[in-house]
C-alpha cells in the first residue's frame, strides 16, 4: 500500500492529542522549577527547591498519597470481586436476565459527583435514611461523614456502587466471548461449578481481567470527584487524595509552581507503580 | 447444594439491586418533599410519611431572579460540549485507529503497538495535573469560561477511549475487505470510507456511547475552567449542593441531570445481549 495515505489516516488524531497535551506538561515541568505564588505570580526560576520540600517537608502529601493507593486498591478489589460475581450470575440464563443486566449496568451511566450530591443527603447524620432505618433496629447512629475512619468507607461504599457496573460490563462482555469448547470438555467430564471455575472460567477470563483491573486502577487512582463533594477531604484530611491535595495547594492557595511540582511527582509515580503492578499482575493471573 | 446455590445467587442479586436502586428512590422521594418534610425527620413514602409538593421540580424551570434555578442554560452547555468534543474525538480517534490496525509505522525504536499506547496512556493523566496548566494556558488565550476551551480539553479525555475502542474492533474487521475494495479499484480513502465504515458500525456505536459517558460525568474539568459565564450541568447541581441545602430541588435536579444516560444503559444492554459489545471491549 501506497506510502503516504498511513499518515494522513493517523496524523491528524496523532497531533491534535500531541498539540493540546505538549504545551501542559512542559509547561508542569517548567512551572515546577518556579516559586509561582499568589504574591510573585511570575515563572521565576528557583531550581529544584520544590523537589526539596516535596521529599524532605511535606508528609502531607505522602499520607494523602498512601490514603489513595488504600482508597483505589480496596475499591479495585471490591469492585472486582462483586463485578466478577454478577457477571458470572447474569452471563447463563437466569430470570428477568436483561432485567438485571440494565439495573446493574446503570450507576456507571450517572454523573459520579451528582450521585454523591444524593449520597451525602443519603448518609446525612440525622436527616438521612440510613441512620434513620438503623436507628429503628437499634443501632446508634453511626458517624458516615465526620469520623475519620467511617468517612474512608463511606467513600469506598460510594466508589463501589459507581463503579462496579464498570468492571462488571468488561467481564461480562469477556465472558460473552468466550469460546464454548472448554466449557462442553467440562460438562462432559463432570466438573463441578466450582472447579469449572477455577479450571475453566478464570484461567479463561485472566487476560480480560488484568485489562478490566488495569483500566479501572488507573480511573481509580485519580478519585477526586466523590471526595470532593462528599466529605472535601475531610474530616482533617482523613479523606484526602492526592489530586484533591494538589486542588488545593494549586487553586484554592495559589501555590502554582508547588503545585506542579506535586502534580509532576504524582504523574511519575502514577505511571511507574501502575506499569509494575500490570506486569505483576501479569505474572500472577497467567500461568504458562 | 445446588438449591443453595441458586438461593445465594438470588439473594445476592436482590440486594445488590436494592443498593443500586436505593440512592434514586430516595432522591425520587425527597424531590417531592417541601421543608418542613425533610428537617422534622426523615420521611419515605409520598401521601403516608409526607404531603408531596411539586415545589422541587417547578423551580429548575423558573428563572433565577424569581428565585429559581435556571438548569436549562447548563444543561444544553452540557449537551453541546459533550456532543461536539465526542463527535470530534470518535472521527480523529476512528481515523487514527484505523491507521493503527491496518498499516505498519516505525520510527525508530516506536512501533504501531507504542502508539497504540501513547493515545490509550492519556487516560492515565490525572485531571488536576492537566487543569494548572490548562488554566493558565486558556486564560491566555482567551478561552476560559468558554464552551470551545472546555471541548479542547474534552477531546483529550475522549479521544483515547474512541482510539481503544476501535483499534480493537477494526482488528477483527477480515483485512480481506480493505483488500477486495483496493483490487476492485477504490483508492484507500474510499476503501475505508464506502467499505469498512459500514461495516463497523457497532463499534462506532459503542466507542460513541463510551465517549458521550465519560464527557457527560466530567466535572472537574468543567469546574476549574469556568466560572459564570458558562456552567455545564454537574457544576450547577454541585453549587446548589453548597447554599442552604434545599434537598427537594437538589434531588430533582440531580435525577433530572442523570436521566437521559440511563437510557444509554439500556443501549448498552441490547448490544451486550446481541454480542457486539463482546469483542469491541476485549
Known amino acids: ?288 | 447444594m445446588h438449591k443453595f446455590y441458586t438461593f445465594l445467587k438470588y439473594t445476592f442479586i436482590t440486594l445488590w439491586t436494592v443498593f443500586i436502586v436505593a440512592p434514586f428512590l430516595w432522591a425520587i422521594s425527597t424531590s417531592f418533599k417541601d421543608f418542613q418534610s425533610v428537617n422534622s425527620k426523615v420521611t419515605y413514602i409520598p401521601w403516608l410519611d409526607f404531603e408531596p409538593t411539586l415545589e422541587g421540580w417547578r423551580v429548575l424551570v423558573k428563572s433565577p431572579a424569581r428565585g429559581g434555578v435556571d438548569i436549562v442554560e447548563p444543561y444544553f452547555n452540557s449537551i453541546f460540549v459533550t456532543c461536539t468534543a465526542s463527535l470530534i474525538s470518535i472521527i480523529l480517534g476512528t481515523l487514527a485507529a484505523y491507521a493503527l490496525s491496518r498499516f505498519t509505522f516505525k520510527a525508530g525504536f516506536v512501533r504501531n503497538n507504542d502508539i497504540t499506547f501513547f493515545f490509550i496512556s492519556q487516560r492515565i493523566m490525572p485531571p488536576i495535573v492537566l487543569s494548572i496548566p490548562f488554566f493558565i494556558f486558556l486564560s491566555t488565550i482567551g478561552l476560559l469560561d468558554s464552551l470551545l476551551g472546555l471541548v479542547v480539553v474534552y477531546i483529550v479525555l475522549l479521544m483515547p477511549i474512541a482510539v481503544w475502542i476501535m483499534v480493537d474492533f477494526f482488528n477483527r474487521v477480515p483485512k480481506e475487505l480493505d483488500e477486495t475494495a483496493l483490487i476492485d479499484g477504490c483508492n484507500p480513502y474510499q476503501a475505508f470510507y464506502k467499505v469498512v465504515l459500514p461495516n463497523s458500525i457497532p463499534g462506532l456505536i459503542v466507542a460513541g456511547m463510551f465517549c458521550i459517558i465519560f464527557g457527560w460525568i466530567d466535572f472537574f474539568f468543567a469546574f476549574i475552567l469556568t466560572f459564570t459565564e458558562v456552567q455545564l450541568l454537574p457544576v450547577k447541581v454541585v453549587a446548589l449542593n453548597s447554599s442552604i441545602t434545599p434537598w427537594w430541588s437538589l434531588s430533582a435536579s440531580a435525577l433530572i441531570s442523570v436521566a437521559p444516560l440511563i437510557i444509554v444503559a439500556f443501549v448498552v444492554e441490547r448490544y451486550l445481549s446481541k454480542g457486539n459489545l463482546s469483542g469491541a471491549l476485549k
Open chain 1, 1 to 288: 500500500m501506497n506510502f503516504k495515505h498511513k499518515f494522513v489516516f493517523l496524523f491528524p488524531g496523532l497531533f491534535v492529542l500531541i498539540g493540546i497535551l505538549i504545551f501542559p506538561i512542559i509547561f508542569t515541568i517548567r512551572l515546577s522549577l518556579s516559586g509561582w505564588n499568589s504574591y510573585t505570580p511570575e515563572m521565576n526560576f528557583i531550581g529544584i527547591t520544590n523537589y526539596i520540600r516535596l521529599f524532605t517537608d511535606d508528609p502531607r502529601f505522602w499520607e494523602s498519597f498512601f490514603r489513595l493507593s488504600f482508597l483505589s486498591v480496596t475499591t479495585v478489589i471490591l469492585q472486582y470481586v462483586i463485578g466478577f460475581a454478577l457477571a458470572l450470575m447474569v452471563w447463563r440464563e437466569i430470570k428477568f436476565k436483561r432485567f438485571f443486566r440494565v439495573i446493574f449496568l446503570i450507576p456507571m451511566m450517572t454523573t459520579p459527583v451528582i450521585m454523591t450530591v444524593i449520597w451525602r443527603t443519603f448518609f446525612h447524620e440525622s436527616l438521612g435514611p440510613v441512620n434513620d432505618l438503623l436507628g429503628n433496629i437499634g443501632v446508634k447512629p453511626i458517624l458516615w461523614l465526620s469520623d475519620p475512619v467511617i468517612a474512608k468507607f463511606t467513600v469506598i461504599i460510594v466508589e463501589v456502587w459507581q463503579w462496579t457496573p464498570f468492571m462488571f460490563l468488561l467481564l461480562l462482555a469477556g465472558l460473552l466471548s468466550l469460546p464454548k469448547e472448554p466449557f462442553l470438555a467440562a460438562a462432559i467430564d463432570g466438573a463441578s461449578p466450582f472447579r469449572k471455575f477455577v479450571y475453566v472460567t478464570f484461567p479463561l477470563m485472566a487476560p480480560i481481567s488484568i485489562g478490566a483491573i488495569i483500566i479501572r486502577l488507573i480511573e481509580a487512582s485519580k478519585i477526586m470527584d466523590t471526595v470532593f463533594v462528599l466529605t472535601s477531604g475531610g474530616p482533617g484530611t482523613a479523606t484526602e487524595t492526592s489530586s484533591f491535595y494538589i486542588y488545593i495547594k494549586g487553586l484554592r492557595e495559589f501555590q502554582m509552581g508547588y503545585a506542579a511540582t506535586l502534580s509532576f511527582t504524582y504523574l511519575v509515580i502514577m505511571i511507574i507503580s501502575l506499569t509494575i503492578i500490570a506486569k505483576v499482575l501479569t505474572k500472577l493471573m497467567i500461568k504458562e
